[in-house]
């Protein structure tokens, strides 16, 4: 399999590393902090680095800044009102293990296996989001990098705050070479999508642009429900699509990039259990020789060389 192949025969996996940030404006932080969600993520964040370090498979971890910075370095001025306001409340309501994400990332840093540290901005402002104009994105971006580098971390990589990408601009200006975008939306039917429900996500379409980031276009989100309504089919569904991308890209079919949050694995633990099986047949199939797993920065190393 040639090195520059990205796009065919290859699996991604990235991870937005967010906490409690990632939730500020729906205020779910709150349900998930009262089911002990972030304190149980610690074992769990354990449990799956050393799953990463006995297959060898590094991983993107894309991380808000705002969640590994020091007191002090806490500074909102930059962002809506709005996002302002629901940070103050996060901060002064919150406990530190749903805000604070240094222990998280110190052990992240301590694993045998060396990860892709992406970002995933500062504040974990959608940049959709009223009076986000691009000088107040730049800001946002600069701070992540800022901050990140003072873990030793050069971020190439991007996540969008829950995928709300309406431009690149700024992103180049952060040295960011690889932004990840939802999956490309088909227009289809419902009878359509009903009959494709259980075929194989679709490949990621990784574009490099001649000026600023290159784009790749995320396959799907590895994730169901813990419970309620439907959960099952979900979860069967989820697997069903997961498995058979990952065997068409041993294969040799188009690449796959799935993606989940680090607090899913701990909120459900079929869900971790899950993943370790699907990333063991990964590796199986990486060792057979019919499959590459690399992180963002892989592909940023490969468009440019």
């Known amino acids: 399999m040639r090195d520059d192949n990205l796009t065919r025969g290859r699996l991604t996996l990235s991870l ?40 060898e498979i590094a991983v993107t971890w894309a991380t808000v800044g705002a969640m590994v910075c020091k007191p002090e370095d806490m500074d909102f001025d930059h962002v809506p009102a709005v996002q302002r306001e629901a940070v103050g409340r996060f901060l002064s309501g919150a406990h530190p293990t749903t805000r604070d994400g240094r222990d998280l990332l110190e052990m992240m840093l301590g694993a045998r296996v060396r990860h892709d540290i992406g970002s995933h901005s500062f504040s974990h402002t959608r940049f959709g989001t009223t ?29 969008f705050p829950e995928n709300d990408a309406p431009s690149l601009a700024g992103l180049a200006d952060a040295d960011i070479r690889l932004a990840r975008l939802a999956p490309m939306a088909s227009r289809t039917s419902r009878l359509t999508r009903l009959r494709t429900l259980a075929a194989p996500p679709p490949g990621t379409l990784t574009v490099a642009a001649d000026e600023g980031p290159a784009t790749e276009a995320g396959s799907m989100l590895f994730h169901w429900p813990p419970s309620g309504r439907g959960h099952r089919l979900r979860r069967a569904v989820t697997l069903l699509r997961a498995f058979r ?55 940023t190393a490969a468009l440019s060389g």
């Open 16 to 55: 937005d590393f967010e906490l409690g940030w990632g939730t500020l404006e729906n205020n779910r932080w709150r349900r998930r902090e009262r089911a002990g969600v972030y304190e149980r993520l610690r074992p769990a964040m354990r449990s799956f680095l050393s799953l990463l370090d006995d297959l």
């Open 131 to 159: 009076g986000f104009d691009l000088e107040a994105r730049r800001t946002d971006l600069y701070r992540a990098r800022t901050i990140l580098r003072q873990w030793g971390c050069t971020p190439q990589s991007f996540v």
């Open 245 to 299: 991308g990952l065997r068409r890209a041993a294969r040799g079919g188009p690449a796959v990039h799935y993606w989940l949050h680090p607090f899913n694995l701990a909120e459900n633990h079929d869900l971790h259990r899950s993943l370790a099986r699907l990333l063991r047949e990964a590796a199986a199939h990486r060792d057979a020789g019919r499959l590459r797993i690399i992180p963002m920065s892989g592909i």
